[in-house]
């Protein structure tokens, strides 16, 4: 029976005031818990979780969907009924990735996971770098980071198929992130990173609700005094599905990285 709520007959169910929807599975113990936020992501998903739990690791999923219009929720919980690994959070009522990551992550705390590893669902990740990253974060004989970034600015690391715009755009944001808002890190905007929940749980947070979580996330865990390690990944463009960064989420990740800017600036 899932510690959140309480289930009907084998299957998701909600709870009484018709809120989330959550699989209905026990959590077996693990360490490392991949959490992928999806909206609209029917055509990536199956896919992924194949790959991702696929990996000779031992690794446990969890899906966070906002109640997607076109049944990824549905269909992710449906998985998880023959996949005790795979664990699946239906947000009804809210919406935004940045906390739908921080909830994720926050559910690895509450049950019990040592890290958690945040990927896209639309493959720009490539699920065989996770090993990499699990090993960067924890290396054998020195210290453990806190943050090990997927990145695609070190040495190694790469684009694959975004347009000239995109480019300009991700420059410029990497660009204010380090020589405004002071972030020693090359690639702040890739949500492709692997966190230490011990760390994660000292933030004091509250931390920003859309795409704007991926720099504020790394500007609490570098003030907290944490090691942020970058890996280098290739990262290609989404070929299945939709982009949800529109230019709402970009506008209000605009605004947000203004205001984080006022924050650090401040005496
Ligand atoms: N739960 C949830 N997930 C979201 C939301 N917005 C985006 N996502 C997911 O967050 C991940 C990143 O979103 P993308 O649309 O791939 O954003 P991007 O990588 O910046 O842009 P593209 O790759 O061009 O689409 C994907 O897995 C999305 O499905 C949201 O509001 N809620
Ligand atoms: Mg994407």
Redesign the pocket.
Known sequence: MNAEFPARSGGADAPPDGGDLRSARPWPPGRVLVV??????RGSIAGLVTRVLGIDAPLQMLV???DSPDGTGELVLDLARTEPRLHVLV?RGR???GS?IIEGFRMASAHGFAVALNM???F?HDPDDIPRLLAALEPVGAEPAAVALGSRRVAGGQIVGWPLS?RVTSVLVNWYARWVLWLPVHDSTT?FRAVRLGFFERLSGPFETG?AVLEDMLIQVHRAGGRIIEVPITFT??TV?????GLR?RCEAGLALLRMALRAWRP
């Open positions: 992928t936020a999806t909206y609209n992501e966070v969907d906002d947000r919406r935004g990735l739908a896209d669902a639309d720009s995109r949500g795409y463009d989404r599905g939709e982009s949800k960064a989420q």
